[in-house]
């Protein structure tokens, strides 16, 4: 028998140490040719670690968390064959290489919190569940789920390690929660555990994406000055102007929401306000004025807030844009998003939908100077010409950066974009 030693491959871009984010397999484990073996972080998307021979696990080079450098111990494997020892770095399969997503017409994208309301109450937070399908994990073994799945299990009581998970990489979803409930849960009576007294705790790294969020928001609140800027705008016209549309033509175009007309005006609006469609090198102090608009679009995924991006959204009709954002959305939220796909914004747009709530004060994504956060579509009466109606009205909040942005500019920038969508037909004049 020999030992096949897999160091940590150079991934490219000058990239010279990367985040070990997950292992999905253990020291024992018998591994194939092309099965992946952990998931790196690196500045920019989740990258899979293959394996290149058929062999049994002996070692693993690192934790979760561990930041390692190109080239170092990875993972070793035993192998049939000689006693001596092979080596290899064998590139790794980014998500450069994986299959596109087709565009999913009537997805919405709306980066939302990750929530989910419980299942009817059936059971306690102490009342134990009868398994559905269970999983042959070790006792110890930690399965991959988000922090609101592994808080809706506890609130169950489930056993997160008994639970098949069907998202990536084996992730646990509510889904996955739902069906195991579903196919094995008891009859037990929840009213006796309901007021139970609880004292249990979870301590969760900051690792993989969640560490890259952190430090990206931490680094955008220190350096940039921070400004937001909050109006009222009455999205009657446009939103009878998107249910037209779709009525006519969702069928053969698909459906649209009201991202792409949110895309649409600020393609037109930063015409007159180019220093909005910019970027800050604080550090070379160089502003970088864009004619090209490419619109990232915060994203909500399993792992994370991901931020793909629309390249060349002054370029696209309303259904492109839909297009590129639903297929750039499914492409961040099932790992499949390529580090092209997630960098190279100029200004972003992020939307909680129903969950926006009446205000909120979004964070820039360094290096660009506006990011525009669209709060929910509320129904209320409005004085229209001295008679009171019932209109369809949201708030526009939006965040600057001073240094670059004077507040007069970004108030004159937010007020071009409320007469465009409150007067739909301008979006589209020339």
């Known amino acids: 028998m020999g030992t096949h030693v897999i160091k940590m491959p150079d991934i490219g871009e000058g990239i010279a140490e990367v985040e070990l984010s997950v292992w999905h397999v253990k020291v024992g484990d018998m591994v194939v040719e092309d099965q992946v ?61 994986a299959p596109k997503v087709a565009p999913v017409a009537a997805l919405k994208v709306e980066p939302v919190a990750e929530s989910k309301p419980a ?31 592994r808080k809706h299990a506890l609130d169950l009581g489930i056993q997160l390690r008994l639970v098949r998970g069907t998202g990536p990489a084996g992730r646990v979803l509510h889904e996955d929660l739902d069906a195991y409930l579903a196919q094995g849960q008891s009859n037990a009576s929840t009213a006796s555990g309901a007021y139970a007294q609880r004292n249990d705790e979870e301590q969760i790294p900051v690792i993989g994406m969640r560490r890259k969020i ?10 940039a000055a921070h400004f937001s800027y909050v109006e009222e705008i009455d999205v009657t016209a446009v939103e009878e102007l998107r249910a037209h549309l779709n009525e006519k033509h969702g069928a053969t175009r698909g459906k649209l929401t009201l991202l792409p007309f949110l895309v649409r005006a600020l393609v037109v609006a930063v015409r007159d306000f180019p220093q909005i469609n910019a970027r800050y090198d604080d550090e070379a102090q160089v502003i970088t004025r864009l004619g090209a608009v490419h619109v990232g679009i915060a994203t909500q995924a399993d792992i994370g807030l991901m931020v793909p991006v ?25 790992g499949k998003a390529n580090r092209d796909e997630l960098s190279g914004s100029s ?30 579509i509320v129904e209320r009466p409005v004085v229209v010409k001295g008679q009171v109606v019932i209109r369809k009205m949201m708030n526009l909040s939006s965040s600057f950066d001073h240094r670059v942005v004077d507040g007069m500019d970004a108030a004159l920038f937010i007020q071009a974009i409320r007469g465009l969508l409150e007067q739909p037909a301008t979006l589209f004049m020339e």
């Open 310 to 334: 629309v390249r060349h959204a002054e370029a696209r009709s309303l259904w492109d844009n839909a297009a590129e954002i639903s297929r750039l959305a499914t492409a961040a939220r099932t």
């Open 347 to 376: 200004i972003t747009l992020t939307s909680l939908g129903a969950l926006g709530g009446i205000v909120s004060t979004p964070v820039l994504n360094l290096p660009e100077v506006a990011i525009v956060g669209v709060n929910k």
């Open 37 to 97: 073996l952990a998931d790196v972080m690196t500045d920019k998307a989740m990258v899979d670690i293959p394996s290149p021979v058929h062999g049994k696990v002996i070692a693993l080079g690192g934790v979760p968390g561990e930041v390692m450098a190109v080239g170092s111990v990875l993972i070793s494997i035993e192998v049939e064959g000689a006693g001596n020892v092979k080596e290899s770095a064998r590139p790794a399969v980014t998500a450069d290489d």
């Open 214 to 223: 952190a430090q990206r928001m931490q680094d955008a609140t220190q350096r």
């Open 119 to 149: 299942v009817a109450a059936t059971a306690s937070p102490r009342t134990a569940v009868c398994p559905g399908p269970m999983v042959a994990r070790e006792a110890d073994e930690r399965p991959l789920a988000s922090p609101a799945v």
